[in-house]
């Protein structure tokens, strides 16, 4: 009798959790933009490339892209890009990401990568520290960073990288296991039992789908 109870209760959140899936996929495939839920500056750079609704979608189309998604990461950006970046910037920023991608995934899978390519946009990563004196008990020191080429500003995003390949525990670092996404994130659950890249999306189309599954087994 309790699971007679219980079971209409599921199925309002269930069905809550359709109405809430569902608008976001609209606001997805109307306005795509980047999202942060990975974790991690490196990772949730290679989510500007992601799935919506079956189809591949790269949030990086301009040079004006890569720097608003710069600005949202917190990373520090030129207000505008030097000519040396302006026609560079996207293609820099999809050569870097796509490197990464590759970085991870065979070191993912117990593989040797190629950091050449990294290696690269790490030497552009230049910057010196700077004491900031505003007030007389008011100190702090500030990192400067080069600005001036494509390399230079993707900086940040490729010292991140190193770090994660270097000295993140690979265990930790997942790529969702909806089969229809292409998302990674780093697991920092108690449990590190973490599946999905996000509850709100893929893990609630997981239990939809399970969901339905039963109905059609119950007949």
Not at 86 to 93: I, P, Y
Not at 110 to 122: E, K, T
């Amino acid at each position: 009798m309790g699971r007679n109870l219980s079971r209409p209760r599921f199925v309002v959140t269930l069905f809550s959790s359709l109405i809430h899936l569902n608008r976001f996929q609209r606001k997805q495939s109307s306005s795509t933009g980047p999202v942060f839920l990975a974790g991690h500056l490196g990772l949730d750079f290679l989510n500007t490339r992601m799935r919506v609704n079956g189809k591949v979608v790269d949030v990086l189309q301009r040079d004006e892209d890569v720097l608003h998604w710069l600005k949202q990461a917190g990373v520090s950006v030129p207000k505008v890009a030097p000519a040396a970046a302006r026609t560079s910037l996207l293609n820099s920023a999809r050569t870097l990401r796509e490197n990464i991608r590759s970085l991870v995934e065979k070191h993912k899978a117990g593989q040797r990568g190629d950091p050449s390519v990294l290696n690269r946009f790490l030497s552009h990563a230049r910057s010196h520290s700077r004491l900031v004196w505003h007030k007389p008990r008011s100190l702090r020191i500030e990192k400067v960073r080069r600005k001036d080429s494509a390399e230079a500003i993707l900086g940040p995003v490729a010292e991140a990288a190193a770090e994660l390949l270097a000295r993140a525990d690979f265990k930790l670092v997942k790529r969702c296991e909806d089969e229809t996404c292409v998302l990674w994130f780093t697991d920092r659950t108690k449990s590190h039992h973490r599946r999905w890249c996000s509850m709100f999306l893929c893990g609630n189309r997981h239990k939809v789908a399970a969901y339905r599954r039963r109905l059609r087994n119950n007949g």
